[in-house]
């Protein structure tokens, strides 16, 4: 039997960086981290290509929630408390530079994650945090005392206060260790994933980036704006990413089977476009060597081919009926999703422990004192840009400060 203060469960970014904040404001306590595997902060160490998204530039509490599909009432409120300029601040106060890029992403200045991982790894250890891997929890309970109980094939613990950070996860099954307890779970679906399109011609120009589109899900309201990837399988790229991240429950709904419109010139009002097709028929151009809103050349041919306009046409050529196709085709250009793909290591799920559930100024179950949560284990998701780090960051560092303030 082991008796601690605090037990941290999950290696995880939230995981260690809520116990590296417990034991920054709760000098003397016991701390330990349970991880079921052999190495922490693995996520941290694959992400952004090894490189690490550490957070982004938005720090006002208003602007940066609105990165955020699940939570982002929850996160207004959090971020007011610890918000990326925080992190930012914290990091470098331990001699971890950031450099910051031009879509706002913040990278530690090394460009290698193990700068990140070697800075929390450092701050356990120099704060006494006890870092247990290869430890895999099985059930964990609050006993008639007050105190947690939980237990490890090999082991049992007994705490004041537990933050459970076990993650995303894919099913609702990962949430089996709460079972103990009468949480709302909803119940977890992918986000963050690309469109499958394999009979979409488009696939042959695999690797043009179009830097500024629109991507909509016909039926749906919303358009989601940045750089479009075609790949081998569709599409990718951040427009993409968000589109899949905010309608994450509408594609499960549709079985991940649904049309796609591309908005290729990235502006909203078509008028504007209709205005710039107006100044491109006056020129003596052939149309083939003239793409419009910088549209990359084997694109813009296989558009004006969508569009019918022969190749052989100049600018002045084209009649009212090629100008209202080649609106329709770089506004509303139709695609068919049939299918999705994880993308790559950045995996994240909607759903998780449902946010009435969880005090917002505390992270603090609101029917069971002394049980918090951090990270991805709550139904919070973000898009990428280093949002889903932050919103770890800042739920573990509010976890952290208050896990032992009524204890």
């Known amino acids: 039997m082991k008796e601690l203060d605090v037990l941290v469960i999950g290696a995880g970014a939230a995981g260690c960086f809520s116990a590296i904040k417990a034991s920054e404001n709760f000098k003397q306590a016991k701390i330990a981290i349970?991880?079921?595997?052999?190495?922490?902060?693995?996520?941290?160490?694959?992400?952004?290509?090894?490189?690490?998204?550490?957070?982004?530039?938005?720090?006002?509490?208003?602007?940066?929630?609105?990165?955020?599909?699940?939570?982002?009432?929850?996160?207004?409120?959090?971020?007011?408390?610890?918000?990326?300029?925080?992190?930012?601040?914290?990091?470098?106060?331990?001699?971890?530079?950031?450099?910051?890029?031009?879509?706002?992403?913040?990278?530690?200045?090394?460009?290698?994650?193990?700068?990140?991982?070697?800075?929390?790894?450092?701050?356990?250890?120099?704060?006494?945090?006890?870092?247990?891997l290869n430890q895999r929890v099985e059930t964990v309970e609050k006993l008639d005392s007050g105190l947690f109980e939980v237990q490890t094939p090999e082991e049992t613990f007994r705490s004041k206060a537990v933050i459970v950070t076990t993650g995303g996860q894919p099913k609702i099954s990962g949430f089996e260790l709460l079972k103990a307890f009468d949480l709302k779970i909803v119940s977890p679906v992918p986000s963050l994933f690309t469109f499958n399109m394999p009979n979409e011609p488009i696939k042959e120009l695999m690797g043009i980036v179009q830097e500024n589109a629109l991507v909509k899900i016909i039926g749906e309201k919303w358009t989601s704006n940045g750089p479009l990837l075609i790949t081998h399988w569709g599409m990718s790229g951040p427009a993409v990413l968000k589109s899949s991240a905010f309608g994450a429950r509408i594609f499960e709904l549709k079985g991940y089977k649904?049309?796609?419109?591309?908005?290729?010139?990235?502006?909203?009002?078509?008028?504007?476009?209709?205005?710039?097709?107006?100044?491109?028929?006056?020129?003596?151009?052939?149309?083939?060597?003239?793409?419009?809103?910088?549209?990359k050349s084997r694109l813009w041919t296989y558009l004006m081919e969508k569009a019918g306009i022969p190749n052989q046409f100049k600018c002045s050529e084209l009649t009212m009926r090629h100008q209202n196709?080649?609106?329709?085709?770089?506004?509303?250009?139709?695609?068919?999703?049939?299918?999705?793909?994880?993308?790559?290591?950045?995996?994240?799920?909607?759903?998780?422990?449902?946010?009435?559930?969880?005090?917002?100024?505390?992270?603090?179950?609101?029917?069971?004192?002394?049980?918090?949560?951090?990270?991805?284990?709550?139904?919070?998701?973000?898009?990428?840009?280093?949002?889903?780090?932050?919103?770890?960051?800042?739920?573990?560092?509010?976890?952290?400060?208050?896990?032992?303030?009524?204890?």
Not at 72 to 77: I, Q, S, V
Request: glycine share 8%.
């Open 34 to 132: 349970l991880e079921r595997n052999a190495k922490p902060l693995a996520k941290v160490k694959i992400s952004g290509g090894g490189r690490c998204n550490v957070t982004n530039v938005i720090s006002n509490p208003e602007e940066l929630s609105k990165h955020y599909p699940r939570g982002e009432r929850f996160l207004k409120k959090a971020f007011y408390q610890f918000s990326s300029s925080d992190m930012k601040a914290w990091l470098e106060s331990r001699n971890v530079p950031l450099k910051l890029y031009p879509d706002g992403c913040y990278f530690p200045m090394s460009n290698d994650s193990q700068t990140i991982i070697d800075c929390f790894l450092n701050e356990l250890r120099k704060n006494d945090v006890q870092l247990l």
């Open 258 to 295: 649904s049309q796609i419109a591309v908005n290729w010139t990235g502006e909203e009002n078509q008028e504007v476009v209709r205005e710039s097709i107006n100044q491109f028929v006056k020129s003596n151009k052939l149309v083939v060597n003239t793409p419009l809103y910088s549209i």
């Open 325 to 407: 196709k080649l609106l329709e085709v770089l506004v509303n250009d139709l695609y068919l999703m049939e299918g999705k793909t994880t993308f790559k290591e950045e995996f994240v799920t909607a759903g998780g422990i449902d946010l009435n559930e969880i005090n917002v100024q505390t992270m603090e179950s609101k029917k069971y004192g002394g049980l918090f949560f951090a990270g991805e284990t709550m139904d919070i998701d973000g898009i990428t840009g280093g949002f889903n780090f932050q919103a770890a960051w800042t739920t573990a560092a509010i976890a952290g400060m208050n896990v032992l303030k009524n204890k």
